[in-house]
């Protein structure tokens, strides 16, 4: 329907999540910020979810806030709507729920990713970009500051001086710059079907080991590394001799595919 702002669809445990309002290249306005956060939740209690790709229609991934539509409130509207994932307002959930979020995120990016564009991009597990794509930390050219949970995701794929520089100047790059910083994992004539191709290869994996593989990754980023120590060893002794786990080495064993239960 034309009120639409997310679509899904959910094939062989992967969910294509697409940011559906081309005609404004899927700004940011408030009801695209309140069906990302529905499509995060209903995602986080859908059965037998692998992995998602988040793309967007049309010309490009997401062009930022719809300036239009936001100017009235903007983001600092809901800093105290706390009721979206934890920590997170609802704005900060439209890119930090990607993180949080049981399964891995791929993000296939393309056309432009500005601002809010970028930061739900950066919620990703994995990156990967077209060449062609145009990038901005764009929030102080309007004066504001990234604030969709951009510094709690950026700090762990970037350095510090780079991400300074790239946030102070809001000034535009293209993917080979954004590869290079760490902010896109690779670069892709076609990110959707490149990203499609990797999720197939994640489902096809144990799932319940790469939920665990998420978790270990996320809680590297601030952890104290005995706190690290523990989970490793507890997240194992978690999968080991588990159905899966043995199916897992079976079908090694047999060089077969293994089939997996959720």
């Known amino acids: 329907m034309s009120e639409q702002r ?7 445990g992967i969910a294509d999540v697409r940011l559906s309002r081309p005609e404004k290249m899927n700004a940011l306005d408030p009801q695209m910020f309140a069906a990302l956060a529905g499509t995060i939740l ?59 979020l049981p399964v891995p995120v791929i993000a296939a990016v393309h056309g432009i990713a500005f601002g809010g564009g970028f930061q739900v991009m950066g919620g990703a597990d994995i990156r990967i970009c077209a060449p062609a794509t145009r990038l901005s ?40 710059e954004a590869l290079a910083h760490g902010f896109v994992t690779r670069l892709a004539d076609d990110p959707h079907a490149a990203a499609m191709d990797l999720a197939r290869q994640i489902a096809a994996r144990h799932p319940q ?9 996320n809680l590297a980023a601030d952890a104290a590394p005995a706190t690290i120590l523990r989970a490793e060893s507890e997240e194992q002794a978690r999968l080991m001799r588990t159905p899966n786990q043995l199916e897992a080495v079976r ?10 239960t959720d």
Request: charged share 20%.
């Open 6 to 12: 997310v679509t899904t669809m959910i094939e062989g």
């Open 42 to 100: 209903r995602l986080g209690e859908t059965p037998g979810l692998r992995c998602v790709v988040l793309s967007g229609e049309g010309r490009a991934f997401c062009a930022g806030l719809d300036m239009a539509s936001m100017a009235t409130g903007g983001s600092g509207a809901s800093l105290e709507a706390r009721n979206c994932g934890g920590d997170s307002n609802l704005y900060q959930q439209a890119a930090w729920g990607w993180r949080t």
């Open 137 to 176: 930390i764009m929030e102080l050219k309007w004066g504001i500051v990234p604030d969709m949970a951009g510094f709690a995701l950026w700090r762990t794929i970037v350095r510090d001086d780079v991400l300074r520089e790239l946030v102070y100047t809001a000034r535009e790059f293209d993917a080979a």
């Open 209 to 217: 080991a790469v939920r665990a593989a998420k978790r270990l990754a």
């Open 251 to 260: 079908a090694n064993m047999a060089d077969r595919v293994p089939v997996f």
